[in-house]
């Protein structure tokens, strides 16, 4: 069995803000292949809203052991899955379903 893989959505205030967000519930990562300002940029979507943030790709918003979006962006396919473990004020925890790794 793997180590388990965490990871931080941040930027969900300029989205829809993370108030309604509960644990257990499951999101979406797609990897941003036309983002202009992070070529490892992986978007986190849920179902019924689209965009909700995007993995935390910098030391000031990754939370935790949390893998940044650099770190896991070749680990992943193109669309993977985790789950909300933690809602905190500084940003979401998750963690990747170990199905969505390559």
């Known amino acids: 069995m793997r180590k388990p893989i965490y990871f931080t959505i941040a930027g969900t205030n300029h989205y ?19 983002n202009d300002y992070d070529n490892e940029a992986i978007a ?9 943030g995007y993995v935390a790709n910098s030391h000031y918003t990754v939370l935790g052991e949390s893998y940044s979006a650099g770190r896991l962006y070749d680990k992943i396919h193109k669309n993977a899955r985790g789950t ?3 809602v905190l004020p500084q940003g ?10 390559r």
């Not at 979401?92 to 790794?101: N, T, Y």
């Open 16 to 34: 829809y803000g993370s108030d309604f967000m509960k644990v257990g519930m499951p999101v979406r990562l797609v990897k941003d292949r036309k």
């Open 44 to 52: 986190v979507k849920m179902d019924g809203l689209d965009t909700v």
């Open 84 to 86: 909300i473990l933690y």
């Open 92 to 101: 979401v925890v998750c963690r990747l379903d170990e199905r969505s790794l």
